[in-house]
């Protein structure tokens, strides 16, 4: 298995309305993006040709919207401040998104 293209782990996943889980991870590997529970579980995964990603007005400091298999799911990095690179890292897994659709798109 090759190494991710990125990986997070703290980041707060909300399906509106409910929160999932506040200490998640997101996974990019193998052309596909998972979303993990602090415990491992497959929250939801698909390939990144069928995942949109986008940094929308009202995610703030750190935050991002994915589309996967058609369910909206906001991730934010860095709970509160908590991260000081939580835009960068918002940052890098939207670049990571993009990348991954064009080369495997």
């Keep these: 298995?090759?190494?991710p293209e990125f990986s997070a782990?703290?980041?707060r996943i909300v399906r509106w309305p409910r929160?999932?889980?506040t200490a998640g991870q997101v996974l990019i590997q193998d052309g596909s993006l998972a979303l993990l529970t602090s415990y491992g579980r497959v929250i939801d995964s698909a390939p990144l040709r069928a995942v949109r990603a986008a940094?929308?007005?009202?995610?703030g400091r750190g935050g991002a919207v994915a589309t996967v298999n058609g369910t909206r799911y906001r991730?934010?990095?860095?709970?509160?401040g908590r991260r000081p690179d939580a835009t960068a890292l918002a940052g890098r897994f939207l670049e990571a998104v993009r990348r991954g659709r064009?080369?495997?798109g």
């Design 55 to 59: 940094r929308p007005w009202f995610a």
């Design 9 to 11: 782990s703290g980041v």
């Design 19 to 21: 929160s999932l889980t």
């Design 75 to 80: 991730l934010t990095m860095g709970q509160r």
């Design 102 to 104: 064009r080369e495997r």
């Design 1 to 3: 298995m090759a190494e």
